[in-house]
């Protein structure tokens, strides 16, 4: 396997799919459409797709049966990230290089194209699945996107803003929600499409979360030594915000050894997997040493 050309064929494949699923270009309300296409046509890792892909090929799939719960986990992603960059919320002007949606089209053009991707991520789950495998991945997307995780991880994330005495625990609860839960249902919602069974979607479970720490954690370590050039996005901005994140909490050393041990403890629930996952633990590695 050439992990390089791997990933590239993935991604390509993301690409290809978002121009598919979405709603065409120039129809109405074509401005909401053009907003939606410009938040998620704007690059990125595409980690959370690739995942999908990756995954349900290991666990014995097809990636293009996987490709509409790509679509999906992006969409609801981006929407994420949309709303992140509001003035109400971190007020960032800049996202993957390029101005925020907001920035580029106006507040309620962001609110209501954020709303737009989040509605449409389930309904490609709806329209792509048989009905019991549809129910299973949006519920499982339900359940990583609602307010006991991904939204419950923002609100906790604010709340601890120019907190001084936030725990470890606390600071976990804000990661393993706000981050890592849809790393988990990437994995999750690809071993479900290829026909992965509880142990193996038990480990997935497990390699997710670590992997969701592990990239929160690398992000809080460049957020705090990259410029805003390399990131793509605005640096310095946690710090600047009284943010809650490893590298306050713990500093460099320690924050650099945690996303380690994370690491490593992702690699060890994928070597579970009776597939071949010598991508994905790739995958894992790249993340380790990635520098945006």
Not at 32 to 49: C, D, E, I, N, V
Not at 76 to 95: F, W
Not at 229 to 249: C, E, N
Request: aromatic share 4%.
């Amino acid at each position: 396997m050439d992990f390089t050309v791997t990933l590239k064929h993935h991604v390509a494949r993301v690409e290809t799919g978002l121009d598919r699923h979405l709603p065409a270009a120039g129809t109405r309300p074509a401005r909401l459409h053009a907003a939606m296409r410009y938040s998620l046509q704007a690059g990125g890792k595409r980690l959370r797709p690739v995942l999908v892909l990756a995954t349900a090929e290991v666990c014995g799939g097809m990636a293009d049966a996987a490709l509409p719960a790509a679509m999906a986990i992006e969409c609801l992603h981006t929407y994420s990230l949309i709303h992140d960059d509001l003035p109400c919320m971190d007020n960032d002007d800049l996202r993957r290089g390029r101005p925020t949606v907001h920035r580029q089209f106006d507040e309620a053009t962001a609110l209501l194209a954020g709303d737009a991707l989040l509605t449409h991520a389930f309904a490609l789950l709806a329209e792509n699945y048989p009905d019991k495998l549809a129910a299973a991945l949006v519920r499982e997307l339900a359940d990583a996107a609602g307010s006991r995780r991904l939204i419950g991880g923002q609100m906790e994330d604010l709340l601890a803003e120019k907190k001084t005495d936030t725990t470890t625990e606390e600071l976990e609860f804000i990661h393993l929600n706000k981050t890592a839960a849809m790393i988990e249902a990437a994995l999750v919602m690809g071993g479900l499409i290829g026909g992965a069974n509880e142990g193996s979607i038990a480990a997935l479970r497990r390699a997710g979360r670590h992997l969701g720490l592990a990239f929160q954690i690398i992000d809080d370590i460049l957020d705090a030594t990259a410029d805003t050039a390399t990131l793509g996005k605005t640096a310095g901005k946690d710090a600047k915000a009284g943010k809650a994140t490893f590298v306050r909490l713990h500093g460099l050393e320690k924050s650099r050894q945690l996303a380690e041990e994370h690491s490593t403890a992702a690699l060890t629930a994928l070597a579970s997997l009776p597939g071949d996952a010598g991508f994905l633990k790739a995958l894992v590695e790249s993340m380790s040493r990635r520098v945006s």
